[in-house]
């Protein structure tokens, strides 16, 4: 509060003013506070807190309460008006550890709303109740005290510090019992002292490792005998005979690390756990100490519950356990503790079925419980956590997401991984259940999540390519793991089974788009102009639409297993178009058809990539300012290709002049019969004229 100068608010009260003034010399200096209420200088000003020369009304404090003070806090002051005008004097108190808080004064106080007082002042006594607002040993509570009158507002007069000693006997032993993270969030609270304790006003304060936190108030008054147990629940339920709901949610899972703190009235703490490799600061005054850290509870029949009565404000003071929630903590049990390659991620598929394939590599046969994998893409990201499997050395296990099947080694996650083939990356992590990397994949360069501690990644070998959605990343082989890109290539999927070979590269094969249809169905010729058979599968149609198109403007069509000899031509269409050398992708879900069509106005552009996304033709025609892959080479000298007029035009190579990577290589086929394509599709293309 910024002092104000007595003459120049009351030059004039002559009289009353000269009274004032010898009041303030006996009053001294006024109590500053900062924007929290509380006093800059700590309060103590030697029992002489008054308001500021000029601050009408003011207060001195001839006595304060000193020592350890139990039950009532005493204070004596003298106020001051200049006017006269009775003065409402409002009480607060505050510690090292809280805000500014209202004070309830106790009986036989003569805090009033409406005190006559003059310019020579009139002397007081507020007694609080400290019992009223704190059950409990505070140190270094101040007392505030600041007058209102039609004069203007008084600053805070503050008494010195003092200790509060009002513990209801055992509160200090009230503790976290068992904690649990499933379906039902909630703490079980025991008390290990000798008398019973009211856990009205205590807090629950939570914090998860996905980045959210709250504080939870018990709202009822319970009496929490010695020896005893309750159950602080998330929301409202049935609440039992030692159940309290608390109203909110708490969003602990089974999935990440999270905290839990108890707190008293005031903010301090009176005990904390942590868990899943969180890094949650505890509460002063407590203190926290990992040593191998605790795990995350990995499902609803776990929990984490307190070893004994000893509490050491450390990690061995918990365990866990299956839950006993409102009953005596179960025996300890163990979750494997994997260093990193312990287990490693040997396949990944981005399919309409996701899913990760995972390798014992440890050497020993282990238990995979608390086991979490966590998947991401600029789509999304989630969490799986593994059940009891025991794994043999070398053993697998594949992870699927919602649309898997269950199996003795087949875990099906809750919900989907959003790792579609345009998703243009995503990442693959494991950790154990204390919160340690395990393993760690990236590909593709729209997601850049990092490596959890402990694991490396590198693409020091080039960014993975996202695979086809009829391949996977495929490790090989598979018990090497460098925490490097190249460590994995493109392979035909294996579920649950030995990695297999990798495809090859473009560099393999010569193949060619000969042909494009932009009709109902639209389609593309591929022609193997090279000297060796080359299979398909993994490579790749990316099409893209326009300017003018309607709905999507680009995808991709993700080739299947199918043998081109040296020579062969084969059709890729959005449609069947009864032909024996053609794949049809109709009818394969979302993004498989091209649209060149007319409300296009046959404007497009076809490029046919290899398994790792190497670009190996590449054309575009009407007017499209499809961007040219870095890869490859496309000019248009001619002007660029026209757009086909109809649906049955179609865009023909002139196979004679070879392959040039320019417009001129191309012309359009214009059917002279309705109904009847001008090209031939699957056959060997006439010249263009």
Known sequence: MVPVSRAARHAAAAVSLLLAAAALAAAGTGCHVDDTGKPVDGGDNGGADAGTLGAFPFIRITSSPSGAVTGAATVTFDLFDMAGAPVAVTATWLAPSSAQQPASPGLGSNLLAAVDTTPEGVSLTFSWDSMTDFPGDLDAVEICLQGTSASGVGE???????????????????????????????????????????VRGFQLA?????????????????????????????????????VIDLGE?????????????????????????????????????????????LPTPPDDTTSLSRVGADDTNADADFCLTLATAGADNGACLVLEAFAPGDLTITEISIASLDWVEVLNTSGATVNVLGVRLLWSSMLGSGVVVLPNLTLMPGGRLVVTDDAGTPGATVVVGPENFAWAPFAGGGTATLADGYGTGVDFVRWGTTDTTAPPAGVAWSEAAGVLRSPANTTTLTRNPEDVDDDTSADFCVAAPTFDAPNGPCLPDASAATLLITEVGCGVPDWVEVTNAGAADVDLLGWQLV???????????????????????????????????????????????????????????????????????NSEDYLRWGGSTAMIPADITWSEPGGGIAAPATDDDVVNRDEALGDNDVDTDWCVLTSAVPGVTAGSPGLANPPCP
């Open 249 to 293: 949610n708490i969003s602990w899972s089974n999935a990440t690390g999270g905290s839990a703190a108890l707190l008293n009235q005031v903010g301090q703490g009176l005990d904390f756990v942590r868990w899943g490799g969180s890094n949650e600061p505890p509460p002063a005054p407590t203190t926290w100490s990992d040593t191998a850290g």
């Open 156 to 198: 805070l007069a503050c008494t010195p510090p003092f200790d509060l000693r009002n513990a209801v006997p055992g509160a200090d032993q009230v503790r976290l019992n068992e904690v649990l993270t499933g379906n039902a969030d909630q703490v079980e609270l025991v008390n290990l002292g000798t008398v019973a304790v009211n």
């Open 206 to 242: 939570w914090t998860d490792d996905s980045g959210l936190a709250g504080a939870l108030t018990v709202p009822v008054d319970y009496m929490l005998n010695p020896g005893a147990l309750v159950v602080l629940r998330e929301n409202t339920g049935a609440p039992g005979a030692n």
């Open 543 to 613: 099409w893209g639409r326009g300017p003018g198109g309607m709905g999507a403007m680009g995808g991709l069509l993700s080739i299947g297993s199918y043998v081109l000899a040296p020579g062969e031509r084969v059709v890729l269409a959005d449609g069947d178009m009864g032909l024996t050398n053609q794949i049809d992708f109709s009818g394969m879900g979302f993004g498989t058809n091209i649209g060149w069509g007319a409300p296009s106005l046959y404007v497009g552009a076809a490029l046919l990539v290899d398994p790792y996304l």
